[in-house]
């Protein structure tokens, strides 16, 4: 199996229940760890950091991305990153069924995106199923929150810090809390 495979195969939604795929997901995670082991255990200079999440990517990403490590994935190969984007320290991307982050967004300390849910019925929970995670343009994501998989957020909205995003959130919208409801429209 190969990269762009199995990002076509994530974006039905079906479980990743195959020998092919546990294999190669394997495989993805041991280089993700490989880079982000190098990212994580020395300084180095902004250019370096987006040096390596170029390689952790796949992709040459924008050189206005700002990345404070340490920065966490189990995969790498399936986060794509907009223009003036920041992400703060300790933050941690499984990012199997997709994490796309819109221009502008700034992202708080260890937040975490969670593209995988595991089969609910006890003969099913071996199994783990994808869906993506976008984020509009301009959504601030405070530090603690979690985003689970299949959220879309639209452009700038504000996750409020330690909040558990299981729905959308519409644009211009406040939410927070365990899990987020929201709390106002931005402007009213």
Not at 150 to 166: E, R
């Amino acid at each position: 199996m190969e990269i762009e495979e199995f990002k076509e195969y994530v974006k039905r939604g079906e479980a990743l229940s195959s020998e092919e795929i546990h294999q190669f997901m394997n495989r993805m995670s041991d280089e993700a760890r490989r880079i982000t082991f190098r990212l994580n255990t020395a300084y180095h200079t902004p250019d370096e950091v987006r040096g390596l999440l170029s390689e952790l990517f796949g992709y040459r990403v924008p050189e206005s991305l700002r990345v404070f490590p340490p920065f966490y994935t189990d995969f790498g190969r399936n986060i794509t990153v907009g223009r003036d984007v920041f992400i703060n320290a300790c933050c941690h991307f499984q990012d199997h069924g997709g994490v796309t982050i819109g221009d502008g967004c700034q992202i708080g300390h260890n937040v975490v995106f969670a593209t995988l849910n595991h089969g609910l019925s006890p003969e099913d929970r071996q199994n783990t199923y994808p869906a993506p995670i976008v984020l509009g343009r301009n959504v601030w994501v405070g530090s603690n929150a979690t985003i689970l998989q299949g959220v879309i957020i639209g452009d700038n909205a504000v996750i409020a810090a330690g909040a558990v995003v299981t729905k959308d959130v519409e644009p211009a919208t406040i939410v927070g809390g365990v899990p987020a409801k929201v709390i106002r429209r931005i402007g009213q």
